[in-house]
């Protein structure tokens, strides 16, 4: 139904065409509905055989989940992990958390991709992911949400930058900072847009950009700040935050997996480093 004509199909099933329509025919034939339009250029579903392709892909992922249970080593000395995340992670989150998994399991592969929410939703579902790094939206079907944290935007930059020797900086004296900001594709940043706009702040936004690790390096070189989760200031000791008053209005991260999905013992390892990592994060946060 993907190749849209027999011949297609059969070519990327590597079968001669007519061999491939008798199968489909004794398929129907033994369902007793019809399966494909025929009458059209191109060969769809019917509604019979839409609902039947979604059991047959469904039946699929969980074979595929059996074939990674009967290979998983529980010892960990081998396996993979597929983790998804939104892109604001990359800042502070993901390098570090793979730094620590690395060095404590250092056999297991790991897949990290950056994706929207709904791309990680949808990753999940289809089992292209194990697990995935997310802000709280709403409850899906099928996607279980384990709170990891919650995230406080607060204004970074350098150490040796002047706005870093008060407690809290007051928004309205943003307006006098040149900044570096993530563009507005980001949900990062229309949130920071929201709250500007909510107190009549104008900010002084010279640069702005879609890549973080280009948005952290130009504060750390330059006298640019910025507004981004106070976490990534934890690992890098030439960066500073201050709280900004009023506050920005704080995000709740999570750990997405699939309902009832299959768990292997390189998951189960990672979440327990995740668990511990996050826990270091919280106490920081508090100090």
Excluded at 111 to 118: I, K, P
Excluded at 130 to 150: E, K, N, R
Excluded at 164 to 180: L, N, Q, Y
Excluded at 181 to 199: G, S
Aim: net charge neutral.
């Amino acid at each position: 139904m993907e190749h849209g004509s027999f011949t297609r199909a059969a070519q990327a099933l590597h079968v001669s065409q007519p061999a491939l329509s008798q199968q489909i025919r004794q398929l129907e034939q033994e369902l007793g509905v019809q399966l494909l339009d025929r009458t059209g250029k191109a060969v769809r579903a019917t509604d019979a055989g839409a609902t039947y392709l979604s059991h047959v892909h469904r039946a699929f992922r969980e074979i595929d989940a059996a074939r990674r249970a009967a290979r998983d080593v529980n010892d960990l000395s081998s396996g993979m992990l597929r983790l998804g995340f939104t892109p604001s992670f990359s800042g502070y989150l993901i390098a570090p958390l793979a730094r620590r998994f690395r060095e404590k399991y250092p056999r297991i592969f790991l897949e990290l991709t950056a994706l929207s929410q709904d791309e990680i939703e949808t990753n999940l579902a289809d089992d292209k992911l194990d697990c995935a790094i997310a802000f709280w939206a709403s409850s899906v079907t099928g996607i279980a949400a384990q709170p990891l944290h919650t995230e406080r935007l607060s204004l970074v930059g350098r150490y040796d930058h002047a706005a870093m020797t008060h407690e809290s900086i007051d928004v309205a004296g943003i307006e006098k900072e040149e900044m570096v900001l993530l563009n507005r594709t980001f949900a990062t940043r229309q949130t920071i847009d929201k709250h500007f706009k909510r107190h009549g702040i104008k900010p002084n936004i010279v640069i702005e950009t879609s890549s973080m690790t280009t948005l952290i390096e130009l504060v750390r070189s330059s006298s640019l700040v910025t507004i981004l989760p106070d976490a990534v200031a934890f690992e890098r000791d030439d960066l500073r935050f201050r709280p900004l008053l009023p506050a920005i209005d704080e995000r709740r991260v999570v750990l997405l997996q699939r309902e009832g999905g299959y768990r292997s013992a390189a998951a189960r390892a990672f979440i327990a480093t995740l668990e511990l990592f996050v826990e270091e994060l919280n106490a920081a946060s508090l100090t």
